[in-house]
C-alpha cells in the first residue's frame, strides 16, 4: 500500500522542524495498525496539518486515521476532547485516540470536501458552519465556570455563512477531515 506523505503534509512538517516525525511515520503507522488492529488503506491528500487515510476496522467498520503534526501546545488534546464531547453530534464520532502520539482513529463519514467540486470560499464557509452546528446540540459543560463546546467555537469562527453540505441522522458534518 502506498503511504506516500501528501505534498502539503510534507512542507507543513519541514517547516515546523518535524523532520523526525515524517522519517518515523511509516513505522507509527504500522504500530497503530497493530495496536488498534486497524488496515490502513488510502492517503487523503487534501490536509496540511495531519497524515490522514482511510482505515477499516477489525469488524470491517469504515474509519479513518488522522495523525496530527507534532506541536509544543496542547493541539491533539483539545481535538480529542472536543470530539470526545461532541460524541459525534454535528462532527465524526471518535472511535479511538492517543494524545501523545497525536492520533485518532474516527468515524468515515463520506468523501472529503475536497472532492466536492465546490469551490474553495464555500468549502471555508461549510467547514466553519460544522462546528457551530455540532455545537448547538451539546449539553452545557459539567464544571462550573466552563464554557460550552459552541461557545468556545464560536469565539473562534467569526462571520460563518453556508449551508451544511453532508447531512447523518446524528448531525450535519463536512465528510472526512
Avoid at 16 to 29: D, F, H, K, R, S
Wanted: aromatic share 4%; with cysteine.
Amino acid at each position: 500500500m502506498d503511504r506516500e506523505v501528501p505534498e502539503n503534509v510534507r512542507k507543513r512538517a519541514i517547516a515546523a522542524g518535524a523532520e523526525a516525525w515524517l522519517e518515523g511515520l511509516p513505522a507509527l503507522v504500522e504500530a497503530i495498525e497493530r495496536g488498534w488492529s486497524i488496515e490502513v488503506g488510502r492517503v487523503f491528500s487534501g490536509g496540511s496539518e495531519a497524515f490522514v487515510a482511510e482505515a477499516t476496522l477489525e469488524d470491517r467498520t469504515r474509519a479513518v486515521l488522522k495523525l496530527l503534526l507534532p506541536r509544543d501546545d496542547d493541539t491533539a488534546r483539545n481535538e480529542i476532547t472536543a470530539l470526545r464531547i461532541a460524541d459525534g453530534i454535528g462532527c465524526a464520532r471518535l472511535f479511538r485516540a492517543d494524545i501523545t502520539r497525536g492520533a485518532l482513529l474516527l468515524e468515515r463519514l463520506g468523501p472529503p470536501l475536497s472532492e466536492s467540486g465546490l469551490p474553495a470560499p464555500k468549502r471555508l464557509e461549510v467547514l466553519c458552519d460544522a462546528p457551530l452546528a455540532a455545537g448547538a446540540g451539546l449539553r452545557p459543560a459539567d464544571r462550573p465556570g466552563e464554557r460550552t463546546l459552541a461557545r468556545r467555537i464560536h469565539r473562534r469562527v467569526v462571520g460563518a455563512s453556508g449551508a451544511p453540505l453532508f447531512e447523518t441522522g446524528r448531525g450535519l458534518c463536512t465528510g472526512v477531515r
